[in-house]
């Protein structure tokens, strides 16, 4: 007899789903038209099903304990991480990192540097009874910028009208390379709270033996084996991909799967030897990809874009339903009139100052404005999400004794990371996700009401993605552009992927003649033959209402409207 199973497993399965596939019905117009962050919408639809809310989702229960929720989330994140940053790597050209070593060099040294050393000043001022030893540590998980959130600034139609592609390619280098490199600021403070910390009494040693494990394990297993593990796995991977391509061993679906499963292998190999292993995956894929030939060969495939919003979606869902919400208000660290100030100057001061000090010897910044628009977008995310969880294991080994309790120093730092890092996360991909969307409407909406309050009969209106506007007629009154008319452009037209398909404009008789063919060929008499070369050789006219074409729709009424032009160029 059927009976219902709304099992843990069914009821998470269901929720995704149907949340992807919401999501996706309206994706054009949130990321396209509004400017909103797929991470932003996740995170707060992962609170919406999430125990605070629906309870559809409840990460606790699925875990069994808070170690292995802690565990599951940590390892959901190197998986992201990992892949995010082997597609980062492949998309940079050919020697990217050789060519703009000076400017990364700046980036990643001292401007990191001061980042790390500005944000642990602030969260040792405004958080009250906090060593300082502890807010390095917490300012070192904040550190890195996030190369999951700088998408948003670097893909879609805002970065390709706004952002130029010099700033873009350094944005998406830095934003790789600095997730890697905050293992050196955080176990720099973690090996200094370990030995010299004031209840490091049972640690012998002090800060020599600190210092030794901070260059020996830090810089030079963690560091220096993953940059060499990652450069020479991702040589490897190359060749062999090169040679199985040209022999033909290797399908079209592998090929482009490929990277993939180079970031899946590293992220687990450099697990089991205990290196970085997103430093390894960012350096992998740049050496993959440093003939240019892969990213070439992949430039207009839409699986790599596909997988990058699968993993958005659904890592910032995970997010908003394990995020401990209430603890922003009820913690015995820091009270809500600090924290919520300490976020803005987080975000504020953390790196802005920097980029704006020395964006003159940053080629790809090429103004004032520009230096802004870095500095301000460094989000935080997935990486400090990455270390938040990588402090707490490090924390557990603090115990000298096991099955006592923590050293008497440590036992608030597990709760003072968590509700810190936790916040800064949820204040920046609020921030930076709402900046464009309000940013677009506060320099519009003056304008608007302006016009509209100087001349309102010469108001435009608009039609969904298209502004249609009024014209005047000889006698002085203002009439609407008719909707049949073809002077109006029509918006581009975009393949999935986001190549835009070229759109061939003709007169309005070519419309008139293939309007005329169409309801020929509906009424069963002979369509209109189309001669190459002719006036009237225009494809069949495009609908307004699609947004989306794919590569077999060649017309909408059958092969009797396609192009003649592109059949023979095809042909040939």
């Known amino acids: 007899m059927p009976t219902l199973a709304p099992t843990n497993f069914n009821i998470v399965v269901s929720v995704l789903g149907g949340w992807i596939s919401v999501f996706g019905l309206v994706s054009y117009l949130l990321k396209e038209n509004f400017y909103l962050s797929e991470a932003l919408i996740s995170l707060l639809a992962g609170l919406v099903f999430s125990p605070h809310a629906a309870n559809f989702v409840r990460p606790l229960e699925y875990a069994g304990s808070e170690e292995n929720l802690n565990a599951i989330t940590l390892y959901f994140t190197r998986l992201v991480l990992g892949v995010q940053l082997v597609l980062a790597g492949v998309q940079l050209p050919s020697r990217y990192l050789k060519k703009e070593w000076k400017p990364l060099a700046l ?78 600021f955080l176990f720099f403070a973690l090996y200094l709270v370990k030995y010299i910390g004031d209840g490091g009494v049972n640690e012998q040693g002090g800060a020599g033996l600190a210092m030794g494990l901070w260059f020996g394990e830090t810089w030079g297993y963690t560091i220096l084996l993953s940059v060499v593990y990652g450069a020479v796995v991702g040589w490897i991977a190359k060749e062999l991909l090169h040679f199985c391509e040209e022999h033909k061993f290797v399908d079209r679906e592998s090929f482009l799967v490929f990277a993939f499963s180079l970031a899946l292998f590293i992220t687990g190999t450099c697990g089991m030897i205990g290196s970085d292993d997103i430093l390894a995956c960012f350096i992998a894929g740049n050496v993959f990809t440093w003939d240019d030939w892969f990213r070439l060969e992949t430039l207009d495939d839409s699986l790599q874009p596909t997988i990058d919003m699968l993993l958005n979606v659904t890592i910032f869902m995970w997010y908003g339903a394990v995020c401990p919400w209430h603890s922003f208000i009820a913690n015995s660290i820091i009270p809500i009139y600090r924290l919520i100030p300490l976020g803005i100057l987080i975000l504020l001061f953390r790196r802005l100052p920097l980029i704006l000090a020395f964006y003159k010897k940053i080629p790809q910044i090429y103004g004032f404005q520009q230096a802004v628009f870095m500095g301000f977008f460094g989000p935080i995310g997935c990486s400090a999400i990455f270390y938040l969880y990588a402090t707490l294991e490090f924390i557990d080994t603090l115990n000298p004794n096991q099955g006592s309790v923590a050293r008497w120093d440590v036992a608030h730092l597990k709760e003072s990371v968590s509700v810190l890092v936790w916040f800064m996360v949820i204040c920046s991909v609020v921030v930076h996700g709402l900046s464009i969307p309000l940013g677009k409407f506060g320099f519009y909406l003056p304008r608007t009401i302006s016009r509209s309050l100087s001349s309102p009969e010469d108001l435009s209106f608009q039609i969904g993605a298209r502004i249609i506007p009024r014209s005047r007629s000889r006698d002085g009154t203002a009439t609407h552009t008719s909707a049949d008319s073809r002077s109006v452009s029509v918006r581009p037209v975009y393949k999935v992927g986001g190549s835009i398909i070229t759109e ?69």
């Open 107 to 184: 980036l990643l040294g001292p401007i990191m540097t001061a980042m790390w050393i500005i944000t642990s000043l602030l969260v040792w001022g405004l958080v009250p009874n906090l060593p300082f030893l502890h807010a390095l540590a917490i300012g070192a998980c904040v550190t890195p910028t996030d190369p999951v959130l700088s998408n948003v600034i670097v893909k879609g139609r805002f970065a390709d009208h706004n952002v130029p592609k010099d700033l873009q390619k350094i944005i998406i280098a830095e934003s790789g390379a600095n997730d890697g490199l905050g293992y050196p």
């Open 504 to 572: 061939h404009t003709g007169t309005t008789a070519d419309a008139t003649e293939l309007v005329e063919s169409r309801d020929n060929l509906e009424a069963g008499s002979k369509p209109l033959e189309l001669v190459p070369g002719s006036p009237h050789s225009t494809p069949s006219p495009t609908l307004p209402s699609r947004t989306i074409r794919f590569p077999d729709e060649a017309s909408s009424a059958g092969k009797e409207f396609q192009d003649p032009k592109r059949d023979a160029t095809t042909a040939s």
